[in-house]
Structures are given as C-alpha cells and as structure tokens.
C-alpha cells in the first residue's frame, strides 16, 4: 500500500542520498503514516483511517466525523 495520508494527502517526497564522497543516489522521504481506528457515533461504527502525524492531530482538532466527511469529499472511499 502506497504511503499516503488520507486526510491530508501527503504523499511521499524524493531527492538524494549524498554519500561523503558527494556521490548522490536517490532516496524517498516516506510521511509518518499511522493505522488509527476512531468511532463514528453517526454511523454507529469504527472506521480504521490511515494518516500521517498531522492528519491525526488535526482529526484531534476536528473531529472524526468532520475528518470523515472531508476524506470523502476528496473521492476516498471509507
């Protein structure tokens, strides 16, 4: 599975490994992608969301059903 947030979208980044020598090779930089499970009082479930550190600290903040609704006015199936 691809390393990406759900809410926040955050996909990962690319550059270089630079050796001592300056020799450079290419590397990813993956976002902190974390499997969480929240309840849905709504819908009377628990839905497991896939996010970075960010997007659960703005799920924090939001809430789960507003994160919820904003997953899925991106077109992310949840």
């Known amino acids: 599975m691809s390393a990406h947030c ?4 955050a996909r990962p980044g690319f550059g270089n490994h ?3 020598s300056h020799r450079r ?5 993956d976002p902190n992608i974390q499997s969480k499970r929240y309840w849905l009082p ?3 479930r628990y839905v497991r969301l896939r996010l970075s550190a960010k997007g659960i ?3 924090d903040a939001i809430g789960a059903e ?3 609704a904003r997953i899925r006015a991106r077109g992310v199936r949840v």
């Open 25 to 29: 090779t290419s590397r990813r930089f």
């Open 6 to 9: 759900m809410l926040t979208g």
């Open 42 to 44: 709504g819908e009377n």
């Open 57 to 59: 600290k703005t799920v």
């Open 66 to 68: 507003a994160a919820v």
């Open 18 to 20: 630079i050796s001592h």
